[in-house]
Nanobody, 124 residues
C-alpha cells in the first residue's frame, strides 16, 4: 500500500522560499501512469490544487501559482518536492502531497492516497 509523508520547515519568513519534500513508500513515483501532486489548505479555506509531476517527469502547475512554483523529483530516493518562491502570509496552509491515478489533474477526487499534511506558517 502506497504511503506518502511530507517533510520540511514548519516556519518560513516572508519573501523566502518554501521547500517541501514528499517521501513515497510502497510504490515507485516512476510507475506508469501515476502522477504526484501538491495540494494545500489555508486556514478557513478549501483545498487548493497546486500542481503535479507525472511518472515521466512532466509537470503541470496551477495557473495562479505557476510564476513562483516548481515541482521536481528525486527518483533514486523516491521523492518529489515542492518549491514555492516569495512566500507571503497568504501562503500559510496545511500542505499535502498525494497520488493521482486517473482524472483531471486539478480535480481533488482524482487523488487516491494522501499524506497526513504538514502545517506551514509564514511569519517574520
Amino acid at each position: 500500500q502506497v504511503q506518502l509523508q511530507e517533510s520540511g520547515p514548519g516556519l518560513v519568513k516572508p519573501s523566502q522560499t518554501l521547500s517541501l519534500t514528499c517521501t513515497v513508500s510502497g510504490g515507485s513515483i516512476t510507475t506508469s501512469f501515476y502522477s504526484w501532486g501538491w495540494i494545500r489548505q489555508p486556514p478557513g479555506k478549501g483545498l487548493e490544487w497546486m500542481g503535479v509531476i507525472g511518472y515521466d517527469g512532466t509537470t503541470y502547475i496551477s495557473p495562479s501559482l505557476k510564476s513562483r512554483t516548481s515541482i521536481s523529483r528525486d527518483t533514486p530516493k523516491n521523492q518529489f518536492s515542492l518549491q514555492l518562491d516569495s512566500v507571503t502570509p497568504e501562503d500559510a496552509a496545511v500542505y499535502y502531497c498525494a497520488r493521482r491515478l486517473a482524472g483531471p489533474v486539478g480535480w481533488l477526487t482524482a487523488y487516491d492516497f494522501w499524506g497526513q499534511g504538514t502545517l506551514v506558517t509564514v511569519s517574520s
